[in-house]
T-cell receptor
Framework: KAGVTQTPRYLIKTRGQQVTLSCSPI?????VSWYQQTPGQGLQFLFE???????NKGNFPGRFSGRQFSNSRSEMNVSTLELGDSALYLC?????????????FGSGTQLSVL | AQTVTQSQPEMSVQEAETVTLSCTYD???????LFWYKQPPSRQMILVIR??????QNATENRFSVNFQKAAKSFSLKISDSQLGDTAMYFC?????????????FGGGTRLMVKP
């Protein structure tokens, strides 16, 4: 069974640009959540999607958005990139996304904003 | 809002020895789950162990066990017979049992180095 796949692995952008990251969950998983990891702020929850609906959202500005497709694949988009958006973006999937369920993480996308 | 604190930024242990990583949390909720995740250099977060707050018995997974003290809001991880492959960042995490949406709250992490 394939794991959670995130593409691309690395990305370099400049300030003001926008970026789209992709996450393919484990087959059968309908919940996809996104986390931002930085040395200063640690791991922070961005948002979660289940059956194409956003159910939960962390404390991030509106420049951060996401969506989920009918096949459960998810994308997150960051517009008007800032230097502080440089981070490792992790995606995780699970069957239903209910509290306590085991999460399976991808290897992340390392975004560098210059 | 809940918070998770890991007071040991870095730790080291000799191979085959035992090490304990500390974690404290703060919540007003009564029903929740606690986790320890491992993040090796590959960056992929891997679940090490999970504890349900309503269960008094401490969770164990092979060489990994926890000491869950609900009243003290403490959740430490003990790694026995440490192996070189245990070298990684370890994160303690919390989620409310009724949370729909995988909104985990993570601690700041402990970097563990296992020395040969």
């Amino acid at each position: 069974k394939a794991g959670v796949t995130q593409t691309p692995r690395y990305l370099i952008k400049t300030r003001g640009q926008q970026v789209t990251l992709s996450c393919s969950p484990i087959s059968g998983h309908r919940s996809v959540s996104w986390y931002q990891q930085t040395p200063g702020q640690g791991l922070q929850f961005l948002f979660e999607y289940f059956s194409e609906t956003q159910r939960n959202k962390g404390n991030f500005p509106g420049r951060f958005s996401g969506r989920q497709f009918s096949n459960s694949r998810s994308e997150m988009n960051v517009s008007t990139l800032e230097l502080g958006d440089s981070a490792l973006y992790l995606c995780a999937s699970s069957f239903t996304g209910t509290g306590g369920e085991k999460l399976f993480f991808g290897s992340g996308t390392q975004l560098s904003v210059l | 809002a809940q918070t998770v604190t890991q007071s040991q930024p870095e730790m080291s242990v000799q191979e085959a020895e035992t090490v304990t990583l500390s974690c404290t949390y703060d919540t007003s909720e009564n029903n929740y789950y606690l986790f320890w995740y491992k993040q090796p250099p590959s960056r992929q977060m891997i679940l090490v162990i999970r504890q349900e707050a309503y269960k008094q018995q401490n969770a164990t997974e092979n060489r990994f066990s926890v000491n869950f003290q609900k009243a003290a809001k403490s959740f430490s991880l003990k790694i026995s017979d440490s192996q070189l492959g245990d070298t990684a960042m370890y994160f303690c995490a919390f989620i409310h049992v009724n949370n729909a949406g995988n909104m985990l709250t993570f601690g700041g992490g402990t970097r563990l180095m296992v020395k040969p």
